[in-house]
């Protein structure tokens, strides 16, 4: 019986950056998805550390308001969204990027 559940800020995320009524449609609609391509942008750059001080590449993977986007959205591969997650929030720790934007 052991469901498996996702994690939480996930789920928040998602909710908070297009809304219930465009998450469902997203669900719905797998065409558009299917087109989509999804390459891991450091994969490609053959990146095999994420410089945190590098803000200009960090920047293109954090919404405007600050959060860092989720895997599904920027097509990051596992290992490489663990380094950016690390990366970031040195970044923020270091004031290169903000915490959040409000
Ligand atoms: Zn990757």
Redesign the pocket.
Known sequence: MAQWIPPRAEIDDDKMEFGAAEVANENLSMRKRANRKKT?W??AQKIDAIDYKDINTLRSFVSDRGKILPRRQTG??A??QRMLATALERARMLAFLPFSDS
């Open positions: 891991c450091f994969c990051t591969c290992k490489h």
